[in-house]
C-alpha cells in the first residue's frame, strides 16, 4: 500500500463530477423501504424489489462500477497513469492501494444504506446481514473492475454487461451462470449472516466464499500483471 | 536507406547510459520505429525528426513505457520494460501533458519525490521547484497553470530524484521565449553535470541551440548521427527554392542570374520571381546587395520549401 497513491487517487475519485452519480441510487432505495413501510406494507412484499431486485442486482454493482473503472480507469484515460509508471514502485503497490480506495468508497456508499433498509425492512441482524455481503460485494466487484480497466479500453460497457446481461439477465434463466455471478454470492452471505426469511441465497455458502476468493484473488493478480505490460500511448508517435 | 555518420561520437568514460540495440517496433503491419541503434552517453541530446517519424515511440520505448517489438532498450545495462527498479535512474517529462489539475504544483512534485521514496521529499521538492523558477506559484492549483507553467512543474517532478538520466518528449512546446531560454540553459546544466539528457523536438533551431549530438529519425529509421554542425551544413547547403516578389522581378531576374549562387530563375507574372539557389548563406546574404544595387525594392522573400519534411528528406537522400 502507497499512502500518496491512495491520497491522491481518493482526491481524484471525489473530484469527479461522476461521483454525484452514486448519491442518487442508493437513496432511492432507502427511499422507496421508507415510502412503502410508511404505507403500511408487509416486508415480504417489498423486500425482494427494494434489497435484492434493487439493492443488490442495481445498487451495489452500479456503485462499484463507477468507483472501481474511477480508480485506474480514468487515470488511463487522461493519461495521469504514466505519472505513477515511471515511479520505482511494485506494480502491486499501485493496483493493491487503488484496490483499497475503491473497496472502501464503494462499500461506504453501499453499506450505509444497505444497513438503513435492514432496519426499515425488519431488524438489526438483516441489517449487518446485507452490511456483510455489502462488503464481500464491494471487494469482489471492484477488483473485477479495477481489472476490467487494464483489460479493456471500455471497461464501463463491459462492466455493465457483466451486471445487466450476465447477471441480471441469463442468471434468471440459466441456474448455471449464478456459480459466476458475485451478486449470488452476495445475497448468499447476507442470508446466512442475518438468518432472515425475507432473503435467500440460490448457491451455497462455501461456493459463494470460494468463488469470491477466486474472484479477487484472480482479477487482482491479472490487474497487476497487466499493470507491468501496460503501454503508453503518445499522442503522436 | 543508409544511417549517415558525420562524425564518430566522443568517447564516453562510462558505459552508455541508454542503449539501443536493433530496436524495431510495430504495430501490426504498421512499423513505427525500425532497427535503431543508438548509444546515448553524458550530455545533452536532440533527437530530431518530423512530426509521425517515430520519435515519441522511440522515447517510450526508453522509458519502458513501451515494449520493442525486436532488439533490446537498456539503462545502465539495465532493461527499461516490464522493470520498475531502472525509473530510480530516469526521468522521464511525456508529450501529453496530463496533469491532475486539483493537485498544486508543490503538492504535485512531493508526490513525485514521495513515490520515489527519498529520505527528505520535501526538500527535494523545493530544490526541483527553483530549479525550474515555479516558487511562485508552486501553491497554485496546476489546473490555473499555463501551459509553460504546467510543463516546467512536470520536468521538476521528473527531476526530483536527480535522475542520471532524464528524457523529455517536445519539452519546448507551448513555452514562451524567455520560458525557453530557461528550459534550455537548464538542460544544458543537467547535461554539464555529467548526466544523460534526451529531448525530441521537431524545430531545428531548438536543436541548435540546446545540444551538441544529435540523432535523426525519419520514418522510423535513424536517418543521421553525430555533430550537429555537420549535420546543419549538410540540410543549409542543399538547394533551396525562394519565391521573391519586388519593385521589378525582371531586372531582378537578370541581375541574380549573374549570381554564383544562383542556379536558376523563373519568371512568372503572378507568383513573381522563383529562385533556385545552391548555397542558402550565400544567396540570402547576396540578395540584398544586389536589390540594393539595382535600386529594386524586395517586398517579400519566401522559402518556398523550408518544410522539415523536405530538409529531413532531403538529409535522407544525402
Known amino acids: ?237 | 536507406m543508409t544511417t549517415t555518420v558525420v562524425s564518430t561520437p566522443a568517447p564516453v568514460a562510462t558505459t552508455a547510459a541508454v542503449d539501443l540495440q536493433g530496436v524495431s517496433k510495430w504495430y501490426g503491419n504498421v512499423v513505427a520505429v525500425n532497427d535503431v541503434t543508438m548509444t546515448l552517453g553524458a550530455g545533452v541530446t536532440g533527437l530530431l525528426g518530423p512530426n509521425g517519424a517515430g520519435k515519441t515511440t522511440v522515447l517510450h520505448m526508453m522509458a519502458g513505457f513501451l515494449a520493442p517489438s525486436r532488439g533490446t532498450v537498456t539503462v545502465h545495462g539495465q532493461p527499461t520494460w516490464r522493470n520498475p527498479p531502472v525509473y530510480s535512474e530516469i526521468g522521464i517529462v511525456s508529450e501529453r501533458e496530463a496533469v491532475h489539475g486539483f493537485l498544486t504544483g508543490w503538492e504535485f512534485v512531493l508526490a513525485s519525490a514521495k513515490l520515489h521514496r527519498l529520505k527528505d521529499p520535501a526538500a527535494a521538492t523545493r530544490r526541483a521547484i527553483d530549479l525550474v523558477e515555479m516558487d511562485d506559484a508552486k501553491d497554485r492549483r496546476m489546473e490555473t497553470y499555463s501551459k509553460g507553467m504546467r510543463q516546467r512543474t512536470r520536468v521538476a517532478a521528473a527531476l526530483v530524484h536527480e535522475p542520471a538520466v532524464l528524457l523529455l518528449d517536445e519539452p519546448f512546446n507551448g513555452m514562451d521565449p524567455r520560458q525557453r531560454m530557461h528550459m534550455m540553459d537548464l538542460l544544458h546544466a543537467m547535461g554539464n553535470e555529467g548526466r544523460t539528457v534526451l529531448f525530441s523536438s521537431h524545430i531545428l533551431e531548438e536543436v541548435e541551440q540546446v545540444s551538441g549530438t544529435v540523432q535523426v529519425i525519419v520514418a522510423g529509421r535513424l536517418a543521421a548521427s553525430g555533430d550537429f554542425r555537420t549535420i546543419r551544413r549538410l540540410m543549409t547547403t542543399r538547394p533551396h527554392v525562394f519565391t521573391i516578389q519586388s519593385s521589378d522581378n525582371r531586372k531582378l531576374a537578370v541581375a541574380l542570374m549573374a549570381e554564383d549562387s544562383v542556379a536558376g530563375v523563373e519568371l512568372d507574372a503572378k507568383a513573381g520571381l522563383t529562385v533556385r539557389a545552391g548555397d542558402y548563406g550565400r544567396f540570402t546574404r547576396a540578395l540584398p546587395k544586389i536589390a540594393l544595387s539595382q535600386r529594386i525594392r524586395v517586398q517579400r522573400l519566401i522559402p518556398a520549401d523550408e518544410s522539415l519534411e523536405s530538409v529531413f528528406s532531403y538529409l535522407v537522400g544525402a
Open chain 1, 1 to 237: 500500500m502507497n499512502t500518496t497513491i491512495i491520497a491522491i487517487t481518493a482526491r481524484a475519485l471525489f473530484g469527479r463530477r461522476r461521483f454525484l452519480l452514486l448519491i442518487p441510487l442508493p437513496a432511492l432505495m432507502v427511499g422507496l423501504a421508507l415510502l412503502v413501510r410508511l404505507l403500511g406494507a408487509d416486508p415480504k412484499d417489498w423486500a425482494q424489489p427494494v434489497i435484492i431486485a434493487l439493492g443488490m442486482a442495481v445498487v451495489l454493482p452500479v456503485v462499484a462500477l463507477v468507483v472501481g473503472t474511477g480508480v485506474l480507469g480514468s487515470e488511463i484515460d487522461d493519461g495521469t497513469l504514466a505519472h505513477v509508471l515511471a515511479k520505482p514502485l511494485p506494480r502491486s503497490e499501485i493496483i493493491l492501494s487503488k484496490l483499497l480506495v475503491a473497496v472502501l468508497v464503494t462499500a461506504v456508499t453501499v453499506c450505509v444504506p444497505f444497513f438503513l433498509v435492514g432496519l426499515v425492512a425488519g431488524s438489526v441482524s438483516l441489517g449487518i446481514g446485507l452490511v456483510v455481503g455489502g462488503l464481500l460485494g464491494s471487494l469482489a466487484y471492484c477488483s473485477l473492475f479495477v481489472a476490467l480497466s487494464l483489460l479493456t479500453r471500455r471497461p464501463v460497457l463491459v462492466g455493465l454487461v457483466y451486471v445487466l446481461v450476465w447477471e441480471g439477465l441469463l442468471g434468471n434463466f440459466l441456474s448455471g451462470t449464478r456459480v459466476l455471478s458475485i451478486q449470488q454470492y452476495v445475497i448468499e452471505v447476507a442470508d446466512r449472516v442475518s438468518r432472515s426469511d425475507l432473503i435467500s441465497g440460490n448457491v451455497s455458502l462455501a461456493v459463494s466464499l470460494a468463488m469470491s476468493f477466486v474472484f479477487v484473488a484472480g482479477a487482482t493478480l491479472l490487474a497487476i500483471d497487466r499493470l507491468r505490460s501496460f503501454s503508453v500511448v503518445g499522442e503522436t508517435s
